[in-house]
Structure formats: C-alpha cells, structure tokens
C-alpha cells in the first residue's frame, strides 16, 4: 500500500517539470491549457488517486475489524460454552457421587446389633450439606393418616421450624416450596402412608441448583427410614 503513496508524491513533486516536457498525462504541445494549469490538474488528478486509493483500503480495514471483531466474539462465546459445559459436567460428575455415596455409603460394621440408624443417615445428612451449601437443615419423616412425625433429625441451631404436619398437607400435588425463610423438599412417593420432607434453611449461600436431585434425597429418606424401621433400627 505504502509504495502507492510513494509514487503519488514522487510524481507530483516531479509534475512540473514532466508537464514542462511533455512526458506527463497533460502534457504535449497541443493541450489548450497553460503549463502552470497543467501542473494543477496534474496534481490535482494525483491527490484525487491518493484519496480513492486510501478510501478503498480504509473501507478494507474497516471490513476486516468487523470480521476480525465478529470471529473473537464467536471465539469468546465457544469459550464460554466449553467452560459453561465443563462446569456442568463437573457438577453432574458431583451430583452422581453424592448419589453413589448415599446408595453404597452404609458403614462397614461386623456385628449388625451394633449398627445405629445414625450412622446410616450421616451419608444423607453430609448430601444435604453439600447439596444445598448448609448446615441449618431438618428431616422429618411424617405419616400422613394422622399426622404424626416419626422421624425428626435437626442439623443446625437456628432451624426454629414451626411448620405442623397438618400444614404440610397444604403442599397437595407440589413436591417443592419456598414458605418464608424455608424450602421445603417433599418426597414423590408415599410408603406405608410414610412421606418425608427435608427442611432448608434459606440464605444467600445456599442457592438451590438442581430441585430433581433433592426429591431424590427425599425419597432415599423414606426407603432409608422403612427399611430401618423394618430392622427395628432406631435412629
């Protein structure tokens, strides 16, 4: 580009004299015009050529920043989906080993008159915190013929939950709901006319990612809490 200009300027510094000898694009004995206009147009024609030539190439470079621009936003964006798709994997990677954990996670014990429904429940409990990002949560497991509460296990001072099974009835068809500073997770299935519920104590930390995952937690609570009470196991 640049050797463009440099021969635009070498030809108009040197107009005059190759209009004075007839070598230039106006020159010649028989133009009607003057020499001194001769060197005008000449180099008036020369700065009009520089100035095409350098619209041309602004209105190129003006193209390839756009297409240079629009290549790193797709760049940006690829980057921010690949990244977005690792963290989700790693998080349903996480999920998946939480799950296994609470399925296989039972203590190891030689004697089975030894083992407590407590030790069995620590797996679920460690879930939940991990889960849910806290530790201020409540399990209860509630019969829904009379609504009494046969299990309760509190993890956290400040749960204060006064919440009445009767009221939980209120949930009817909903497995999940936001009741003032709780949410409130719900096992899908009864059993035994059995259902259980996971209190969480809402904050600014604890944003719930994944509500399936919970139920889940849920249900594992009330298999856990038959098959125990199957045992004659208490917690």
Same mark, same amino acid.
């Given at each position: 580009?640049?050797?463009?200009? @440099?021969?635009?300027?070498?030809?108009?510094?040197?107009?005059?004299?190759?209009?004075?000898?007839?070598?230039?694009?106006?020159?010649?004995?028989?133009?009607?015009?003057?020499?001194?206009?001769?060197?005008?147009?000449?180099?008036?024609?020369?700065?009009?050529?520089?100035?095409?030539?350098?619209?041309?190439?602004?209105?190129?470079?003006?193209?390839?920043?756009?297409?240079?621009?629009?290549?790193?936003?797709?760049?940006?964006?690829?980057?921010?989906?690949?990244?977005?798709?690792?963290?989700?994997?790693?998080?349903?990677?996480?999920?998946?080993?939480?799950?296994?954990?609470?399925? @296989?996670?039972?203590?190891?014990?030689?004697?089975?008159?030894?083992?407590?429904?407590?030790?069995?429940?620590?797996?679920?409990?460690?879930?939940?915190?991990?889960?849910?990002?806290?530790?201020?949560?409540?399990?209860?497991?509630?019969?829904?013929?009379?609504?009494?509460?046969?299990?309760?296990?509190?993890?956290?001072?400040?749960?204060?939950?006064?919440?009445?099974?009767?009221?939980?009835?209120?949930?009817?068809?909903?497995?999940?709901?936001?009741?003032?500073?709780?949410?409130?997770?719900?096992?899908?299935?009864?059993?035994?006319?059995?259902?259980?519920?996971?209190?969480?104590?809402?904050?600014?930390?604890?944003?719930?990612?994944?509500?399936?995952?919970?139920?889940?937690?849920?249900?594992?609570?009330?298999?856990?809490?038959?098959?125990?009470?199957?045992?004659?196991?208490?917690?």
């Amino acid at each position: 580009m640049y050797w463009i200009y @440099l021969i635009i300027f070498i030809l108009a510094v040197f107009s005059p004299e190759l209009v004075h000898r007839g070598l230039f694009i106006f020159g010649g004995q028989n133009t009607p015009f003057s020499a001194r206009t001769m060197e005008e147009l000449s180099i008036f024609v020369l700065g009009i050529i520089g100035f095409s030539v350098y619209l041309r190439k602004e209105k190129q470079l003006k193209i390839n920043r756009e297409e240079k621009n629009k290549i790193q936003s797709k760049v940006a964006q690829m980057s921010k989906a690949l990244k977005d798709s690792y963290t989700y994997i790693g998080e349903i990677n996480r999920k998946i080993d939480i799950m296994k954990n609470i399925a @296989l996670g039972f203590p190891e014990v030689k004697d089975a008159k030894s083992l407590k429904g407590r030790d069995i429940y620590n797996s679920i409990e460690e879930a939940i915190k991990i889960l849910c990002k806290t530790n201020n949560f409540l399990i209860r497991v509630v019969n829904v013929r009379n609504n009494e509460t046969e299990l309760e296990i509190q993890n956290g001072l400040n749960m204060g939950i006064r919440i009445k099974n009767n009221s939980l009835n209120l949930m009817k068809e909903k497995d999940f709901l936001q009741n003032g500073d709780l949410y409130i997770f719900r096992s899908p299935q009864l059993i035994d006319n059995k259902r259980s519920y996971v209190f969480i104590k809402r904050s600014r930390a604890n944003q719930i990612e994944d509500i399936g995952i919970m139920h889940t937690v849920a249900t594992q609570i009330l298999f856990l809490f038959i098959l125990l009470k199957k045992l004659k196991l208490k917690y």
